[in-house]
């Protein structure tokens, strides 16, 4: 190995731990907000508001992981839905 070269995959690993944190960051701001949109200014039951919260931040999850974290990979778009969420997200084949 050269003097300033990178090792073959430690880059690539830091970038992709780097980013799957930050995208698992958003999601938690995003079930944060959503639970306190539907129950505090919706005054939906809280344990219904949850379940969607939880939901919203699945999708928003798996559609950023696909998207940046795995968008080198070419998943985005494979046929099916996504397996963690109740909703089939609907894709591009």
């Known amino acids: 190995m050269r003097r300033n070269q990178r090792p073959k995959y430690g880059y690539y690993v830091d970038h992709v731990v780097d980013v799957f944190g930050a995208v698992g960051s958003l999601g938690v701001s995003v079930q944060l907000s959503m639970l306190a949109l539907l129950k505090g200014f919706l005054g939906v039951y809280y344990l219904a508001a949850t379940v ?4 919203i931040a699945i999708l928003h999850n798996s559609f950023w992981h696909e998207r940046w974290t795995w968008g080198d990979r ?8 996504s397996p963690d969420s109740l909703v089939s997200t609907p894709r591009r084949g």
């Open 74 to 81: 070419g998943l985005f778009g494979a046929p099916g839905g």
């Open 52 to 55: 969607v919260a939880v939901e």
